[in-house]
């Protein structure tokens, strides 16, 4: 099993920034991609952010690229994302993801084998 935890959320003001952290313990594996995902209240959760276990891969979905970054240091088991110019819209429950197996810097909820407990981040206009 790996344990995934979440810092980082809070209250923004539009325009704003957050940097969001997720610490990986417990089992280890060789190769693993990360993801960020997001869900607001009454929606499916989305994918956001995912990069590849040497960081030379990232992919973003649209709404959040030139504005959101991924990044992880594997000397300390953290990913990170930093997110800028932040939108009422950015508003949800941010949640890290890990994939032991894929490569594919998948956007599918189902492809992520552990997650972290999720973390608020709220942008207010």
């Known amino acids: 099993q790996v344990q995934l935890v979440e810092s980082g959320g809070g209250l923004v003001q539009a325009g704003g920034s957050l940097r969001l952290s997720c610490a990986a313990s417990?089992?280890?594996?060789?190769?693993?991609?990360m993801g960020w995902f997001r869900q607001a209240p009454g929606k499916e959760r989305e994918f956001v952010a995912a990069?590849?276990?040497?960081?030379?891969?990232?992919f973003y979905t649209d709404s959040v690229k030139g504005r959101f970054t991924i990044s992880r240091d594997n000397a300390k088991n953290t990913v990170y994302l930093q997110m800028n110019s932040l939108k009422p819209e950015d508003t949800a429950v941010y949640y890290c993801?890990?994939?032991?197996?894929?490569?594919?810097?998948?956007?599918?909820?189902?492809?992520?084998?552990?997650w972290g407990q999720g973390t608020q981040v709220t942008v207010s206009s």
């Open positions: 417990g089992r280890t594996f060789s190769s693993y991609t």
């Open positions: 990069i590849s276990w040497s960081g030379g891969r990232t």
């Open positions: 993801a890990a994939d032991r197996a894929s490569g594919l810097l998948s956007q599918r909820v189902n492809a992520y084998d552990y």
